[in-house]
């Protein structure tokens, strides 16, 4: 069984896995290893490793140290 919540109050937060069924919407920045199911789309893409995802992957910029996977588009 799922468990929806909102978050109202600024705090650290750690989790291994976050599953949205909608958007998830970050202002900020997400720093480590993310995989991504469906599209990814930001304004910039920084990471020092992999950038994954299943279906598109669109930024303003994108830059990596490693690889940029996507079995749709990468604009």
Request: net charge neutral.
């Amino acid at each position: 069984m799922l468990t929806y919540c909102n978050v109202t109050s600024y705090a650290n937060f750690t989790a291994s896995t976050i599953t949205a069924q909608a958007n998830l919407s970050v202002v900020g920045n997400i720093v480590g290893t993310a995989n991504f199911s469906g599209n990814l789309t930001a304004g910039n893409l920084l990471t020092p490793g992999l950038i994954s995802a299943t279906s598109n992957i669109t930024g303003g910029n994108v830059l990596t140290g490693g690889l940029v996977s996507a079995a749709g588009n990468v604009t």
